[in-house]
């Protein structure tokens, strides 16, 4: 109980802190060892929240961590595709050269 509790901190601090652009912050925690791919209620994650922001620098630094480029929220919705709606492509660029390639073709056949 006392772990979940620490982890859910952790990601909430996470989620958080990239809004503030604390990149070095985002660092110190994962430097600490917080989970980069919990998720929210919604299924959100840090990464997630990060592309969506257009916060390039805590993308980069949250998949140097291992955050997992094709989590998806409950929406099935990936750091990806809102990258993409929101226009950010140099976060898309990191994304895709982190591997979301392969996850976007199948969802975007899926979709069709």
């Not at 912050?25 to 917080?34: D, F, H, N, T």
């Not at 094709?70 to 982190?98: C, F, P, Q």
């Amino acid at each position: 109980m006392r772990s979940s509790l620490r982890n859910a901190v952790e990601n909430y601090t996470l989620l958080v802190l990239w809004r503030e652009v604390y990149d070095h912050i985002v660092q110190l925690l994962i430097y600490y060892g917080a989970d980069v791919n919990l998720s929210g209620p919604d299924g959100r994650t840090a990464l997630r929240a990060a592309a969506w922001a257009g916060n390039l620098e805590t993308v980069k630094c949250l998949l140097d961590a291992g955050a997992d480029v094709n989590k998806s929220d409950s929406e099935k919705r990936t750091a990806l595709i809102a990258a993409a709606y929101m226009g950010h492509t140099d976060v898309l660029e990191a994304l895709l050269k982190a591997g979301e390639l392969c996850f976007m073709y199948v969802y975007l056949r899926s979709h069709m």
